[in-house]
């Protein structure tokens, strides 16, 4: 998986931030005054935890993954 492709999902990865790690991506100064190493561990930590872009990413296997089609 590319980081575009996570940051093609960023309304979900603000939602799962937020519920996840009570981390409001939106107060001023929070992204300015962290690094991308803060920022880049959380966004991972997402994809393992139960979260709106870990089932986006890895849906359940009887929901096709994102591009794909049905058989």
């Known amino acids: 998986m590319k980081w575009s492709q996570i940051l093609d999902e960023w309304p979900l990865v603000e939602a799962d931030l937020h519920e996840v790690y009570g981390i409001d991506v939106g107060a001023p100064g929070l992204l300015e005054s962290r690094s991308w190493r803060w920022l880049r ?7 393992s935890a139960d979260s709106r872009l870990q089932r986006h990413f890895s849906p359940p296997d ?4 994102p591009g794909t089609r049905r058989t």
Request: charged share 20%.
């Open 41 to 47: 561990m959380r966004i991972l930590g997402l994809l």
């Open 62 to 65: 009887d929901t096709p993954a």
